[in-house]
């Protein structure tokens, strides 16, 4: 158990470290009302649950993702001083911020997470405030736990499930970080090694063939394979952030 697979990073611990104290006063504030169970109730068993400190709009009640939504400040990170630092320490954009409580005894089903690698743009990063090695994650059918007050990248586009086997509820900050050069050197430090075919979200299109398929895209006069190409050119160049 957490030993990096050398095959590729499909979880990894990142060189960043916090203050599990000041993180744990801070969780501790918040009445059981401003915790929101989770949206999805046919993935977990138990309780699993919420409190936004960056949401769509802002709003302290909101935890669903939307695509294109502008992500701010929710009221509740107003309270938390030492958590804002922590957001602030990833020297890139972040849509959703929150914390996530499982409660003793609660699993989270077998699910993946589309278009949450590295290489996909958005890249969710996983801090435990609360957590004890009865805290498993199944990422890809390895049994993995990640220790509190350190950052941890989980590749959530593969299979993965989660139990608390604990006495104590699991809590994570987890922040969408929106990837950029300074979050993927941060990963290069800690030895990522990219799933074959992550950087195009597809395993069938690699270096070899991405600009073949690009040209193949462009022959087609429909919009939507034109968006696909202008996609592809863009990873391909490196600069899709």
């Known amino acids: ?3 990096q697979s050398s095959a590729s990073s499909t979880w990894l611990q990142l060189p960043l470290t916090f203050d599990v104290a000041r993180m744990r006063q801070e969780s501790a504030q918040f009445a059981a009302s401003d915790w929101i169970a989770h949206f999805n109730a046919r993935a977990y068993e138990q309780g699993w649950s919420c409190v936004p400190l960056r949401s769509a709009g802002g709003e302290a009640g909101h935890i669903i993702p939307l695509d294109g939504a502008q992500y ?3 009221p509740h ?3 938390c001083p030492y958590l804002r630092d922590v957001i602030a320490s990833f020297q890139c954009g972040t849509s959703a911020v929150r914390l996530m409580s499982l409660a003793p005894g609660a699993i989270i089903r077998a699910h993946r997470d589309a278009g949450t690698a590295l290489m996909d743009g958005l890249t969710r990063i996983h801090i435990p405030i609360q957590t004890s090695p009865q805290v498993l994650f199944s990422i890809d059918g390895e049994s993995v736990h990640f ?7 989980m590749d959530a586009s593969c299979l993965h499930a989660v139990e608390n086997r ?4 699991r809590i994570h900050l987890v922040v969408d970080c929106l990837t950029n050069e300074w979050l993927e050197n941060l990963f290069a430090r800690a030895g990522f090694v990219p799933k074959t075919g992550a950087r195009y979200g597809d395993p069938s299109i690699n270096e070899g063939n991405v600009q073949a398929v690009i040209a ?3 022959s087609s006069p429909a919009p939507a394979m034109q968006a696909m190409a202008d996609r ?8 899709d952030t």
Not at 166 to 169: R, S
Not at 232 to 239: F, I, K, R, W
Request: charged share 10%; no cysteine; proline share 3%.
């Open 216 to 218: 193949q895209l462009r």
């Open 72 to 74: 701010s400040d929710t």
């Open 166 to 169: 604990g006495t104590a509820p």
């Open 147 to 153: 220790t509190a007050g350190h950052a941890w990248y």
């Open 1 to 3: 158990m957490n030993t």
């Open 232 to 239: 592809l050119a863009t990873l391909a160049q490196g600069t």
């Open 77 to 79: 990170l107003a309270r």
